[in-house]
């Protein structure tokens, strides 16, 4: 029995995406990790991924990797590690990326407990602000890290377009590949990952003068959605279509298009605004904001329009629309970042996929 709300995962298309974005990476000898973190590691979208040949599974949670275990393939913890957690980071996980030298001293006490080699990426800050190494701390940090006898530096790694919006570019892309080449050249070391950030370093593919060293990029979105995020713009060949999110009308009735009454503050401590446009046809749909985020849904009825959302009620206006829906009718939506991220989480949204992976 069909349970709702769902999302329907199409493998066929996350493999065609996966494909497409590997044969564009593979030409300028870049290697994918396949970024998990939006979908809670669902292992058969993960297997998708795996099965168009990324080389990497890496997630931003220790659980998630744990989950991930079950593929035979190298999995990298994305977030700075936890201090306190060295021991499951060292469990699961082959390579972290990292930017605090205590935590990594704890990494190698932890490697040379379970008897293993963990790798390291370093992170560098290039402008974005989140995380990683001032560039005139970083030559010091690589050769403390390379000195640590249960360890292996794999490698360095930027991230960008996350907290700043700065975007990857060949001048900080450049100063990553620059960095890389000293870190070798100084410490006799050769770094088999450069990480040049994620789907937002994708449009500078096209361009002829990629830096050269970088040869690694975390996917997330780009393979999820088929977008380039720095620009916002669809990869050619690509499906944004791959996560259908499902639900159902619970009430359908002609109403007013403003509240009445004294208007004070909605459920989430905001004053809402209205458009007096008359009595409208709406529908309450059995999904709310602890599944999604109502601006980051949208009806594939372009007719209907998205007015809000409570916890667990979406309202729409479905007054313009062709068809004449029913109570007990169904809804579909496609699916921005931010709501795909909260449809995979939610337990209250059944999780089921089109096709198989094996
Ligand atoms: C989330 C994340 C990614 C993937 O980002 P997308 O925009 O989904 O490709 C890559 N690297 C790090 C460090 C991340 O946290």
Do not use: W
């Not at 590691?41 to 993960?46: D, Q, R, S, Y």
């Not at 996917?219 to 060949?237: H, P, V």
């Amino acid at each position: 029995m069909v349970e709702y709300p769902r999302v329907l995962v199409n493998l066929e298309k996350i493999r065609d995406n996966a494909r497409i974005l590997k044969d564009k990476c593979i030409k300028k000898n870049i290697s994918i990790m396949g970024v998990t973190k939006s979908f809670c590691a669902e292992l058969n979208i993960a297997r998708a991924m795996v099965a168009e040949g990324v080389q990497f599974l890496a997630d931003s949670r220790l659980t998630n990797l744990e989950k991930l275990g079950a593929i035979d393939i190298p999995k990298v913890l994305i977030r700075i590690p936890m201090k306190s957690n060295a021991k499951k980071v060292v469990e699961v996980a082959d390579i972290s990326l990292n930017s605090e030298l205590k935590t990594i001293h704890v990494l190698n006490n932890e490697a040379e407990k379970q008897g293993k080699i963990h790798g390291i990426i370093l992170m560098v800050e290039l402008g974005d602000l989140r995380e990683g190494i001032l560039p005139k701390n970083f030559q010091k940090a690589a050769k403390e890290t390379i000195d640590l006898p249960h360890l292996k530096l794999m490698g360095i790694g930027v991230n960008l377009t996350c907290y700043g919006g700065v975007i990857p570019d060949n001048t900080n892309l450049g100063e990553l590949s620059d960095l890389a080449t000293q870190i070798e050249n100084k410490f006799g070391v050769s770094l088999e990952i450069i990480s040049g950030g994620n789907s937002s370093s994708l449009y500078l593919l096209n361009e002829k003068n990629f830096p050269e060293k970088i040869n690694n990029l975390r996917l997330g979105e780009a393979i999820i959605l088929g977008r380039e995020t720095t620009y916002g713009k669809s990869i050619r060949g690509t499906h944004g279509d791959a996560f259908i999110l499902e639900a159902e009308i619970i009430e359908i009735k002609e109403k007013p298009s403003v509240p009445i009454g004294t208007i004070g503050l909605d459920a989430f401590g905001n004053k809402p605004q209205f458009q007096d446009m008359g009595i409208r046809k709406r529908a309450i749909l059995a999904v709310g904001r602890q599944d999604i985020e109502h601006d980051g849904i949208i009806p594939l009825d372009p007719r209907i329009k998205v007015l809000g959302a409570s916890s667990d009620h979406l309202l729409l206006d479905i007054s313009d629309s062709e068809r004449d829906y029913k109570l007990g009718d169904i809804i579909s939506f496609q699916l921005k970042y931010g709501s795909l991220l909260k449809v995979m989480t939610s337990n209250y949204v059944k999780k089921d996929f089109l096709g198989v992976v094996d």
